[in-house]
């Protein structure tokens, strides 16, 4: 069963319910951003901080706190701490800023796709211009080879749902 979905941050006001991480795929109706935008959500939810130095890096935190509506899928730091060492150091270098940039817009999706749309669809077309495969395998969501670990958290400007691996684009 091939399902689409899209992609980057997450989770204030659950993570202090403690529910974000633990649960599979959390309901929108659950979910209450308190009028905060998604970077604020992600930065509240304390698991973040990675991607946070990442958008400062790569000058994407305003757009993040723009209208949107945006669906990002958001990497925690575990997630980063996958990537093989030294990978995260080097992409903050200035001279690597287009190639983090490139990684980072293939997280977010344009518009506001929740789990109970992603599931139905196939693919998506990131930020970045690039597809993401989008599947259902054992009742879980996935995004190319990325699990999605916690659905539905809302911000004011779109909606988080959180992944257990930082996504590579396709080379091109």
């Known amino acids: 069963m091939n399902k689409r979905l899209t992609l980057l941050l997450a989770a204030g006001t659950l993570l202090a319910a ?13 979910c209450n951003s308190d009028g905060k935008d998604i970077i604020q959500t992600a930065i509240d939810a304390g698991k973040f901080k990675t991607l946070a130095t990442a958008l400062q890096s790569a000058d994407l935190i305003k757009t993040l706190q723009g209208n949107g509506p945006f669906t990002v899928f958001a990497p925690t730091d575990e997630a980063f701490s996958k990537l093989p060492k030294g990978t995260v150091e080097s992409l903050l270098k200035p001279e690597n800023r287009d190639q983090l940039v ?9 518009g506001k796709v929740e789990a109970k749309k992603a599931v139905k669809l196939s693919a998506a ?15 879980s969501l996935y995004l190319n080879q990325s699990k999605v670990i916690a659905a ?11 992944i257990d691996q930082v996504l590579l684009p396709p080379k091109t």
Do not use: C, E, F, R
Not at 18 to 30: H, Y
Not at 130 to 135: E, G
Not at 152 to 162: E, K, P, T
């Open 18 to 30: 403690g529910a974000l991480l633990t649960a599979p795929m959390v309901s929108a109706k659950k």
């Open 102 to 110: 490139s990684i980072l817009t293939y997280h977010v999706v344009p």
């Open 125 to 139: 077309k990131a930020v970045s211009g690039q597809k993401l495969d989008l599947n259902v395998k054992g009742g």
């Open 152 to 162: 539905d958290i809302m911000a004011s400007n779109g909606v988080i749902h959180v």
